[in-house]
């Protein structure tokens, strides 16, 4: 079904505020290819519902209070979020590590932060919910490239790049198809130093009832307790953690001798 011409070109409009604060009207209108008086007519028509709010000295806009508060509702009622909040919760604690949720979304093709544990004082990563997880580099990322289609898969990851973030980050895609590989086969992902200097996490995939990866789980933990630590044990949890929140989804595993 063809989209309604208006509503996508408000949802281009909203959707530019995801990567800026605020946005002027011209700015916005190059941003997303619109006539400026349709730009000007669309905030016009969000400001009066409260979902942007224009500054009155520079004429910019930003998102405003209702659009907040319709943002938080779904963050806060989003289901795999409210089914994964307790598992994170006990991984936390269980591994002594910061777990981690982050949502794979395949409209936008994003993979971002949805919610985070931390155990004790040793955080690698600070929460910032939102905040795009690089595909190529951190534990979260992999579990979920791997996991999608290799075509799509590979595609994204030419057209974003494999920008080093820290001395060990993959940038090679050849290497880092091989990674995935190895990932897809044994269940988890690794972030040995890859996207931050000083921290290592594990991650694995979750899935819905089609079978398909919508998100992933990891932990994070300094390098230093990682190496000391078994990394087989963490694979383990995180595995596991993850089975059970794709089972809580709906996701149906198959047993191994019923595949064909």
């Known amino acids: 079904m063809k989209p309604a011409t208006t509503i996508s070109k408000v949802c281009r409009v909203l959707g530019e505020f995801r990567q800026r604060p605020s946005l002027g009207v011209t700015d916005l209108a190059r941003r997303t290819n619109l006539l400026p008086s349709d730009v000007h007519r669309i905030l016009s028509s969000l400001k009066v519902c409260g979902f942007v709010e224009q500054n009155p000295h520079t004429k910019t806009y930003r998102l405003g209070v209702g659009l907040m508060k319709i943002g938080l509702a779904a963050f806060q009622r ?39 544990f931390d155990s004790s004082a040793e955080v690698p990563f600070k929460a910032n919910f939102g905040a795009t997880a690089a595909a190529h580099c951190t534990a979260l990322g992999k579990a979920i490239m791997a996991n999608i289609d290799h075509d799509i898969a590979l595609r994204y990851l030419e057209q974003r790049g494999t920008p080093r973030t820290a001395p060990n980050t993959i940038t ?23 996207s931050a200097g000083g921290a290592c996490c594990v991650g694995a995939a979750v899935r819905d009832w089609t079978g398909t990866a919508i998100g992933a789980i990891s932990v994070s933990m300094p390098s230093q307790r990682f190496y000391r630590t078994q990394p087989a044990m963490f694979a383990s949890a995180v595995r596991a953690t993850a089975a059970e929140l794709s089972h809580l989804v709906g996701y149906q595993a198959i047993p191994a001798g019923a595949r064909t």
């Open 78 to 116: 989003n289901e795999l979020r409210e089914a994964a909040r307790p598992l994170l919760l006990r991984l936390s604690e269980t591994m002594e590590a910061t777990a981690h949720l982050a949502i794979f979304d395949p409209q936008e093709f994003d993979i971002f932060l949805a919610d985070q």
């Open 172 to 194: 090679e895609l050849s290497v880092l198809e091989a990674e995935l590989r190895k990932t897809r086969r044994q269940g988890y992902s690794l972030d040995l130093e890859e």
